[in-house]
């Protein structure tokens, strides 16, 4: 058990709709990341949060969103879903700071887009 | 861009052997590089981290080593077994950031 927990473990959801994915951090980790995984792209950065703030951007789409509330539980919104967004998210949390680089990994949220 | 190259293919091997799996990277010179164990439809988990200034690093029957001039790390597994089975991810840190770049993994089979 890495301490990170997601919520949803599955999401079944129809194209167009809007979504929230829920991650809490390891306790004491002030960094968030998150990853999307599908079969034919592998494990993809989207965004990171390091306490409250957004420290850097990969590939995400304009549709989706994230913020990283005081309690330091971060949420990423995925709208106007697309057959082609259903993935596993993971989220992941760090210290944040330079003596620790690993990141530990939530169980995911599998997202089924129809 | 920056890139990590893994090698697709699955690697079969015989219980107690030692798997060596690789991972190249390519326009960058990064300050670490992660190993990570995935199992299907779970979350990575973290094995090692090595530096730029380390040769290896070893922890329990795992070893990596990092050239920095042939660019590439070699992620070895002594006397494996059955339950190593799993697909092995490389990874770097990718600027100023801790945005981690992943490589697409190998699967590692061990068969009894």
């Known amino acids: 058990d890495s301490g990170v927990t997601q919520t949803p473990k599955h999401l079944i959801t129809a194209t167009g709709q809007r979504v929230t994915l829920r991650c809490s951090p390891r306790s004491g980790d002030l960094s968030v990341y998150w990853y999307q995984q599908s079969l034919d792209q592998g494990l993809q950065f989207l965004i990171q949060y390091y306490n409250g703030e957004e420290r850097a951007k990969g590939n995400i789409l304009e549709r989706f969103s994230a913020q990283q509330f005081p309690d330091l539980h971060s949420e990423l919104n995925l709208s106007s879903l697309e057959l082609g967004d259903s993935a596993l998210y993971f989220c992941?949390?760090?210290?944040?700071?330079?003596?620790?680089?690993?990141?530990?990994f939530g169980p995911g949220t599998r997202l089924t887009v129809t | 861009s920056q890139k990590i190259e893994q090698n697709s293919e699955a690697l079969n091997i015989q219980e107690g052997k030692t798997a060596t799996l690789t991972c190249n990277y390519t326009?960058?010179?990064?300050?670490?590089l992660q190993w990570y164990r995935q199992d299907p439809g779970r979350g990575p988990v973290f094995l090692l981290l090595i530096r730029e200034n380390e040769k290896e690093k070893r922890k329990e029957r795992l070893k990596v080593t990092f050239d920095t001039t042939l660019k590439q790390s070699l992620f070895h597994i002594t006397a494996s077994q059955p339950a190593d089975s799993a697909t092995y991810l490389c990874a770097f840190l990718g600027g100023a950031t801790n945005k981690l770049i992943f490589g697409t993994g190998t699967l590692l089979a061990v068969q009894p």
């Open positions: 992941a949390s760090s210290s944040g700071d330079s003596r620790s680089y690993e990141q530990y």
């Open positions: 326009n960058y010179s990064p300050a670490y």
